[in-house]
């Protein structure tokens, strides 16, 4: 399994950022994918995660201004983080592991099997 990320950078305060996430050589037939994101000096968090049925979780602090949604191509997901602040400055991550489809796809760290590489996100003032 390989995830590949995209649409981090710079945000000014206040604006909206999208992120994506491409899983290929996935054998599994249901998965949960999911973002998590560390910020500098701090552990990694999870945000939200979606199972392959379209089943979402949010953490508590994702759920105001994070939108988590399936794309169009088999195991691939967006993150669209919305009034971005300072404090989402963070090296985001896409993950994914198999899922039996009939519990929720928990932010756990531990139970994520592939990850992406990171992308960061740096957001001014």
């Known amino acids: 399994v390989q995830l590949v990320e995209s649409g981090g950078g710079s945000a000014q305060a206040g604006a909206s950022l999208r992120l994506s996430c491409l899983a290929t050589?996935?054998?599994?037939?249901?998965?949960?994918m999911a973002w998590f994101r560390q910020p500098p000096g701090k552990e990694r968090e999870g945000l939200a995660s979606?199972?392959?049925?379209?089943?979402?979780v949010y953490s508590d602090s994702a759920k105001d201004r994070f939108i988590i949604s399936k794309g169009a191509a088999e195991n691939s997901q967006f993150l669209d983080i919305n009034n971005l602040n300072p404090e989402d400055s963070a090296v985001y991550y896409c993950?994914?592991?198999?899922?039996?489809?009939?519990?929720?796809?928990?932010?756990?760290?531990?139970?994520?099997?592939?990850w992406g590489q990171g992308n960061q996100v740096t957001v001014s003032p």
């Open positions: 993950a994914l592991r198999w899922s039996s489809g009939l519990s929720p796809c928990h932010l756990m760290r531990g139970d994520y099997d592939w």
């Open positions: 050589e996935v054998t599994y037939d249901k998965t949960c």
């Open positions: 979606i199972r392959s049925d379209g089943q979402i």
